[in-house]
């Protein structure tokens, strides 16, 4: 017998060589018909594996994050089958799952895929996933691995095999198909009723631009039909909220294939935009004790070097600027910590001054593949809104909780109140992904946990996501489609005072090393504004949207009132402005309902004769003729009630 702990503390005692669905039937029936995937200490691992020894056992359904992962990996290989059916000599290399749904990339020779071809890819997948075949894992030795490999001429999942260890190897089989595959699957086949094929792309083997191009089929896949025509529906709200096109509607952004690939251009309403997102964070941090620092757009790379960026990024990073002097090199700024720490070393500091404070809306630059570029989510040029605090050991708790006040107040005041918190620490089984001692590893992920938990914030701890420097806090954000997005993160760091030797002279007068804290409650200012239009729709807070009012006067001679309600409007810091087009005010209000623009104010001969406008707002709803001291008042109320003071 062996003893199995469940997630909620119970132990159960069963004969060795027992598998996960026993455990959910000894359960419950009920249950069991929905367990799809299971993780046994730590470890993901078959419905159907023999469990051989004493351990924790989490069982996962649908609607479990991992659940939903073995499903959708699964599913993928029922494309794969299906694209090997019905393009044959078809190459696979790699089909893993992903946030929503799964992709696999294949080398189709000298055949091609496009959307037309779709229903049919779909139509053949169903019709294996109905076969109910069960997903079967065995074990393969190196060489017969290979060997199955080079007899179909596929040199991808040959490269794939060679790094691999002998004796770890293993292979998935469900009806007549087998994959080189580590696990986590479902049962069986039949559980996929549902597959949709939603776009693809091209796709460098390995990410690599000098390895050779494949295609990337992109799927999803659900337990109900039900389940995937709302999934569909929610993609096409997602289309018409998609940030490109409100940039591009709303006038915020552009990009210019002179000026480069992933380099935004911000238009003066969106220059404008950030500008207040700025002043924003500003007045909040100046309460919170920051102080401002601006450091250049480049650094030696010297600096790089020592902060370990250069050894951990710079193979993927834009290439070094290289001057007239023999061996002088300088590389785009990637990160602003380093700039930050020689602002701190540029004098002594004693406990007495710390926690030092600085922040920098700084314009860093990575060099992302053009396949990875996205609108404003992905880019080579962004600014963070990026701060590093200098502290005692002593100030590490109360400094981060106060940083968790700080971005819960950024988060509350642009409407993301649906987030999770997720604690990113190291994977153990990893420790070259990381740089430092394991003792400060250990408090800086304590000291995460523990202000977490004194927040009271919901939150999940991720192994494996961790900065190569610091354990983080980062804050998942649930849009208004259901989406799940990472905004704003906070991270300690012991490693880089110790590279760049900082210190400060403690009570006892001798040096001690401060721990550092990094954090960017927006994350970055693109990324963020582009997830705050699609959030929003483009509806901005009242208090952000660069047009609150547009004044709409009915023909020419009320366009002197037009001009005096703008004034007084400016006096009371409300943004506005008179189109005076020759156009119909019908059409001006259709206009300005595009522009989602949230008052328009009509102006004609009585509003003139009574001193007043005609209230709508944006989405129809009329407010009547009211005085311009009362929408003053009104825009002033409903501004108080979104942004309270920090």
Not at 384 to 391: E, P, T
């Amino acid at each position: 017998m062996i003893k199995i702990t469940l997630p909620d503390g119970s132990i159960r005692e069963i004969a060795k060589g027992s598998s996960p669905m026993d455990i959910a039937m000894s359960i419950s029936e009920g249950f069991a018909r929905n367990v799809i995937s299971a993780k046994f200490n730590d470890t993901v691992v078959e419905t159907t594996t023999a469990l051989q020894e004493d351990g924790t056992l989490i069982l996962y359904t649908w609607n479990d994050k991992e659940g939903k992962k073995a499903f959708w990996h699964s599913s993928s290989h029922v494309v794969a089958q299906a694209l090997e059916e019905l393009y044959p000599g078809v190459k696979l290399t790699i089909g893993p799952a992903i946030d929503n749904g799964f992709y696999y990339d294949i080398d189709l020779g000298d055949k091609s895929i496009s959307d037309k071809d779709f229903p049919e890819i779909e139509k053949k997948a169903l019709e294996i996933a109905r076969g109910k075949h069960d997903f079967k894992m065995r074990a393969i030795s190196k060489a017969e691995a290979l060997t199955t490999y080079k007899e179909q001429h596929n040199e991808y999942k040959v490269e794939l095999i060679e790094n691999l260890e002998d004796g770890t190897i293993t292979f998935c089989d469900h009806d007549s198909f087998t994959d080189l595959c580590r696990g986590g699957h479902i049962p069986n086949t039949g559980i996929i009723k549902a597959i949709k094929i939603l776009s693809v792309a091209g796709a460098y083997w390995r990410g690599d631009e000098k390895k050779p191009q494949l295609t990337r089929v992109y799927g999803i896949s659900f337990p109900k039909q039900k389940e995937l025509t709302e999934y569909l529906e929610l993609l096409e709200q997602a289309k018409q909220r998609d940030h490109r096109k409100l940039g591009r509607e709303l006038e915020l952004f552009t990009f210019s294939a002179k000026v480069g690939q992933g380099l935004p251009l911000w238009l003066p309403k969106g220059a404008a935009l950030r500008e207040r997102l700025e002043n924003f964070l500003k007045k909040a941090q100046k309460k919170a004790g920051y102080e401002m620092v601006v450091t250049p757009h480049i650094g030696q790379k010297e600096l790089y070097v020592t902060s370990g960026h250069y050894a951990k990024y710079g193979e993927d990073s834009f290439q070094p600027i290289r001057t007239p002097k023999m061996d002088e090199e300088f590389l785009l700024k990637p990160m602003n910590c380093p700039h930050h720490c020689e602002i701190y070393n540029f004098k002594p500091h004693s406990y007495k001054d710390l926690p030092k404070r600085f922040a920098e809306f700084g314009t860093v630059y990575r060099y992302e593949q053009s396949g990875e570029l996205h609108g404003l989510t992905r880019v080579r040029g962004f600014t963070q809104d990026d701060a590093h605090i200098f502290c005692t050991a002593d100030q590490l708790d109360q400094e981060f909780k106060n940083v968790i006040d700080l971005s819960l107040y950024v988060l509350g005041s642009l409407g993301f109140d649906n987030f999770t918190a997720q604690v990113s620490v190291r994977d153990l089984d990893k420790p070259e992904k990381y740089i430092g001692s394991v003792e400060n590893w250990e408090k800086a992920e304590n000291a995460i946990i523990n202000a977490a938990k004194e927040k009271g914030l919901n939150f999940v701890i991720e192994k494996g996501e961790a900065a190569f420097y610091g354990p983080k806090l980062d804050f998942m954000v649930k849009d208004a489609l259901g989406r799940q997005w990472q905004l704003g993160t906070i991270q300690v760091d012991y490693n880089l005072p110790e590279r760049f030797d900082l210190n400060y002279k403690g009570s006892d007068n001798e040096l001690h090393r401060p721990v550092m804290i990094h954090r960017a409650p927006f994350g970055s200012m693109e990324r963020f504004i582009a997830l705050l239009l699609e959030h929003t729709g483009g509806n901005f807070p009242l208090w952000l949207i660069p047009e609150q009012a547009i004044i709409l006067p009915v023909s020419e001679k009320h366009e002197k009132y037009a001009e005096k309600v703008l004034k007084s409007l400016e006096k009371h810091e409300i943004r506005a402005q008179v189109d005076a087009r020759n156009e119909t005010v019908g059409k001006k209000i259709r206009e300005a309902e595009m522009n989602k623009i949230p008052f328009m104010l009509i102006v004609g001969e009585n509003e003139e004769a009574e001193n007043t406008i005609s209230v709508r707002r944006h989405g129809g709803e009329d407010l009547g003729s009211i005085t311009i001291k009362s929408f003053e008042e009104l825009v002033s109320t409903e501004i108080n009630s979104t942004l309270k003071p920090f």
